[in-house]
């Protein structure tokens, strides 16, 4: 997962002293909290995943430039990006207000 939101995705990692249990990535108003699992068995994730993000439009704008493929739609007037990880989970990012 890290290399989808680094390598992919090109969202900057945040530098921090506890890497080997967890990772940050932010960027375009948008945190990503990655924790490490050690078992299959200890999480469970069923339907898709919603992030959000103050700077959606720059997120949008951003990954047009790097021809990242995704969905832009207008849900209630608000802006929302859908994009699939290499695993095919379904990704949402909300505009948040």
Known sequence: MTSFYSEILQLKERDHEEKERYREY??????????????????????SLELYSINIEGLVNFWNEKKIEKEVRKVSGRTEILVRDPDDNLLIFVQKE
């Open 26 to 47: 932010s960027d375009f108003g948008t945190e990503i909290h990655l924790e490490r699992v050690r078992s299959t068995n200890e999480h469970e994730v069923l339907g």
